[in-house]
């Protein structure tokens, strides 16, 4: 079975602070993506990568990073946390078969900023 | 550019009710790839169908179907004779295969209640 796997379920800080939520991938996955999730708003796009050292931004990429220097790992880094960062975070991988493949998701990490 | 529109914000039905969740798309792009994913109260998402434009078959699994019709740029889901394990949030996807890549546009979910 695929999995996915995020380094936190919950996690709380402080504004200011420089946040790392890590996610690892073992089913050697080209494509990994970082989302966030807000009630009302779905699933958001913050960045993805298609291959170790790749990255693209998304649709919201303002005050976030991504590292992806293993092929298994993709790191999002709030550079400095702010308030309105408060959200879920998920994480997903895929394959290219042809077309887009299903993404696989992480259970998520629900970031609390203070 | 692409979007995907759930009308339906929450949904509350009583167990053993059909329910239909709507999914509205936009593309310009001719060869396209609409998702459903549900998204159950523990928070993981999961896969629940995968279907590129050429194939507008509609699907049957268990409980669960998928009417996919182009003329109306919908991909509506039904799940019969509910159960109060469907109770989830689901989203509709979508990704335009020459300008998305395998990045993937998602709907707002709908949240179905299903009632015992």
């Known amino acids: 079975d695929v999995k996915v796997t995020q380094s936190s379920r919950y996690l709380v800080k402080r504004t200011g602070e420089k946040v790392f939520l890590e996610c690892v991938q073992d089913?050697?996955?080209?494509?990994m993506f970082w989302y966030r999730q807000d009630p009302g708003l779905g699933l958001r796009l913050i960045y993805f990568s298609y291959d170790v050292k790749m990255k693209e931004k998304g649709d919201i990429p303002e005050g976030y990073s991504v590292s992806r220097e293993k092929k298994e790992r993709f790191s999002l880094i709030l550079e400095s946390a702010s308030t309105n960062q408060t959200s879920m975070y998920l994480c997903?991988?895929?394959?290219?078969?042809?077309?887009?493949?299903?993404?696989?998701f992480g259970p998520g990490t629900r970031l609390t900023v203070l | 550019a692409q979007k995907v529109t759930q009308a339906q914000t929450e949904i509350s039905v009583v167990e053993k009710e059909d329910v239909t969740l709507d999914c509205v798309y936009e593309?310009?792009?001719?060869?396209?790839?609409l998702f459903w994913y549900k998204q159950p109260p523990s928070g993981e998402l999961v896969f629940l169908i995968r279907r590129n434009s050429f194939d507008e078959q509609n699907e049957i699994s268990g409980r669960y179907s998928w009417n996919f019709q182009k003329s109306t740029s919908s991909f509506n889901f039904t799940i019969t004779a509910s159960q109060v394990v469907d109770s989830a949030v689901y989203f509709c996807?979508?990704?335009?295969?020459?300008?998305?890549?395998?990045?993937?546009?998602f709907g707002e979910g709908t949240q179905l209640t299903v009632n015992p």
């Open positions: 089913m050697d996955h080209e494509n």
């Open positions: 593309t310009r792009d001719t060869t396209y790839y």
């Open positions: 997903a991988s895929s394959l290219w078969v042809g077309g887009p493949g299903e993404q696989f």
């Open positions: 996807a979508l990704s335009e295969r020459e300008t998305s890549g395998s990045r993937l546009t």
